[in-house]
Every structure is written in C-alpha cells, then in structure tokens.
T-cell receptor, first 111, second 114 residues
C-alpha cells in the first residue's frame, strides 16, 4: 500500500542521452505533481496533472522536458538531450485534499 | 508571487531538548495553506504538520507544534523532546489553494545530538 513510488531510484546518463522517469501515484489520487530538487535546495515545481490533463506546465525549464499521464494514473517525465544542469532529484507527488504525498524521488546524474 | 524564506540553514539541538525552526512567507492571499515537511537523508519527503490560514488555532501533532502569526506572515515549527530520528532537512512550504502547487523554502538542516 502504498505510497507514491518512483523508478528508477538512480539514473546516470551521458550528456545528450534521453531519459524517462516514472511515477506511480497513490491509487485514486487524481492530482499528480512533478518537482525538481537541486542539491541542497528545496523542491521546485515542474508540472501538474489532474487525471490525464496537464493543467500547469509553467515550471518546465525548457522544451527538452516533457511529461505525460495518458490514462490518468502513471506519469512519465521525459528529458531529451540531457545536460549537466539537469542533474537533480526529481520528485513526484500525488494529492488528496490539501496534502501532497511525495515519492522517494529519482536521482539523476548527467555526466 | 509567493515566496518562502527560512533564515536558518543549519541548526542543532541536544536530544530531549526543544528547538524552533523559523519560516516567513510573502503573499497577498487571505486564505492559503502552510506546511512543514521533513526530508531525512533517505530523501523521502514526509508531511510533519499543516495549517490552514483561516484557522486561528495553531496546529499540533504530538511533539510538533507551530506558531502561526498571520499578520506577521510567520510560521515557525517547534519540536519538543527532540529525538535522534528528527535529524533531517525541514522545509517550510506554502500552497495558495488546495488545487495549487506547493512552494518550498530553501530548508533548514536539523541535527539532533545525542
């Protein structure tokens, strides 16, 4: 039972490589958020889904970042042509009422 | 735009003692939500306590309590009887509505010393 799960937990990518990060929200939670957390900093908002609709993508740093949630459950964050500044922990959260529940994150290191 | 400030990058406390973490925020909203999240070294973000701005009573969760000063836009966290397991990063966070994103402060690293 579960909480929010994310995979992989760790990902090492060569610069220029594409990566895909997966998030499984808590069952029944319609809202899903992605955040980026740089080392030693607080998480920063990337994008938000309600069911399959992406309602806010204002935090995506560039057009290399793309997120989807085609069936309103699992979500994937894709980063194309990764760059060193993309190295961070990517957190997924799903929401019930006012509270967001976070997954363990995916730590991405771009070499 | 809303901002959240935590002026204490690092703090330490003796086990069993009490510690207070500070947080201030800036918003023009009247109704909103405030949170304290804990992120231990394993990096799983855990909700510690939540406060609705329309409630005057300060929230309490066991050893954790807040001092919410709406006019001053201040939201401090008090941890009583500190335990070694309280060692973590603590993030103060703001949310405008229940359908909005969470805005986090930069965090305070708390170390509980045996």
């Amino acid at each position: 039972g579960a909480g929010v799960s994310q995979s992989p937990r760790y990902k090492v990518a060569k610069r220029g490589q594409d990566v895909a990060l997966r998030c499984d929200p808590i069952s029944g939670h319609v809202s899903l958020f992605w955040y980026q957390q740089a080392l030693g900093q607080g998480p920063e908002f990337l994008t938000y889904f309600q069911n399959e609709a992406q309602l806010d993508k204002s935090g995506l740093p560039s057009d290399r970042f793309f997120a989807e949630r085609p069936e309103g459950s699992v979500s994937t964050l894709k980063i194309q042509r990764t760059q060193q500044e993309d190295s961070a922990v990517y957190l997924c959260a799903s929401r019930k009422k006012e509270t967001q529940y976070f997954g363990p994150g995916t730590r991405l290191l771009v070499l | 735009a809303q901002t959240v400030t935590q002026s204490q990058p690092e703090m330490s406390v003796q086990e069993a003692e009490t510690v207070t973490l500070s947080c201030t925020y800036d918003t023009s909203e009247n109704n909103y939500y405030l949170f304290w999240y804990k992120q231990p070294p394993s990096r799983q973000m855990i909700l510690v306590i939540r406060q609705e701005a329309y409630k005057q009573q300060n929230a309490t969760e066991n050893r954790f309590s807040v001092n919410f000063q709406k006019a001053a836009k201040s939201f401090s966290l008090k941890i009583s009887d500190s335990q070694l397991g309280d060692t973590a990063m603590y993030f103060c966070a703001f949310m405008k509505t229940s359908y909005d994103k969470v805005i986090f402060g930069p965090g305070t690293s708390l170390s509980v010393i045996p």
